[in-house]
């Protein structure tokens, strides 16, 4: 018995362990301190486990007012005591981010780009581990420019790709590239489907494809440079339309590859919405479905 019973403890440890979100930086144990610079939070200063322990939901979107506007819909969605628009900005001490947290869930600003939400989802993998959190799902709600989609469709990524339609990520370290996979959670994926047609909102799963600018990256015609003909932009939509690609926006590469290396389950949800002057264009969120 007794081997077996060991190899139970073991197992049961390895999840425990398995469902911790992990980071993966061996120096990070030598530290005396951490500094989470742009949080304004520290292992120091504050009680991570105390603070953020019980989390079990990370929603991450750009602007700061739309996800202040998301925590205190989360306040109301979960009947939490006191008044939503009482609720504290935690990195107030810094003008970066914001951080709301409501019950499990975190709600957090990114800003806009694959730098912006890269300093922020270290800084968040960081905190999620010194809190001992686990069984941690993250969601980008995201506002992206639809392809081939009617106004007010939501996407949910099924792969975060790049601008050659590839489910990669380039991050250049030490001078060298290195690719890691973006592929997103399928189960996360399908429960939100589930969710959207519960509540009858029109909602796709397609690729959202990751571009490092606006404009030109994103073919657009009203930039201050435009290098491309209207035809040129109308074949490369038609070329993404064909490797599945749904909508368009610029953080989705960095979301996937951070949250597959550190095992947190993640997706992606989106609104899109097409402008006047353009066959796919800005785009917002609708907060209001439950993810
Ligand atoms: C969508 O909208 C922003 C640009 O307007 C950017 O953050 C994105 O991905």
Do not use: W
Request: aromatic fraction near 8%; charge should be negative.
């Amino acid at each position: 018995m007794a081997p077996i019973l060991l190899n139970c403890m073991e197992n049961e440890h390895n999840d425990y362990i398995k469902q911790q979100v992990q980071v993966k930086n061996p120096y990070l144990d030598t530290m005396e301190e951490d500094i989470l610079y742009h949080f304004s939070l520290s292992t120091k200063t504050h009680n991570l486990p105390e603070m953020f322990g019980d989390i079990k939901f990370v929603c991450v979107g750009g602007s700061a007012n739309r996800m202040k506007a998301f925590a205190q819909f989360m306040h109301h969605e979960l009947k939490l005591p006191g008044i939503p628009e009482d609720i504290k900005d935690i990195c107030e001490g810094t003008d970066r981010y914001c951080m709301y947290k409501v019950g499990p869930v975190l709600s957090i600003s990114h800003g806009m780009g694959v730098p912006s939400i890269s300093i922020m989802l270290h800084e968040l993998i960081k905190l999620l581990h010194h809190a001992q959190c686990r069984d941690v799902v993250l969601f980008r709600l995201g506002t992206s420019g639809g392809v081939g989609l009617a106004p007010g469709t939501v996407v949910i990524t099924d792969k975060a790709v790049d601008y050659s339609f590839r489910p990669q990520f380039e991050q250049v370290v030490l001078g060298k590239v290195i690719t890691r996979s973006t592929e997103l959670d399928e189960g996360v994926a399908n429960e939100l489907l589930q969710c959207s047609s519960s509540q009858n909102i029109p909602t796709v799963i397609g690729n959202t494809m990751c571009t490092h600018d606006f404009y030109e990256g994103q073919g657009r015609l009203d930039g201050a440079l435009c290098s491309f003909s209207h035809e040129e932009k109308l074949e490369y939509l038609r070329k993404a339309y064909e490797a599945g690609v749904r909508n368009i926006e610029m953080e989705s590469t960095v979301f996937a590859a951070m949250c597959r290396v550190c095992g947190l389950k993640d997706r992606q949800k989106y609104t899109s919405v097409l402008s006047k002057n353009l066959q796919h264009a800005a785009s917002f969120t609708k907060i209001s479905v439950s993810s």
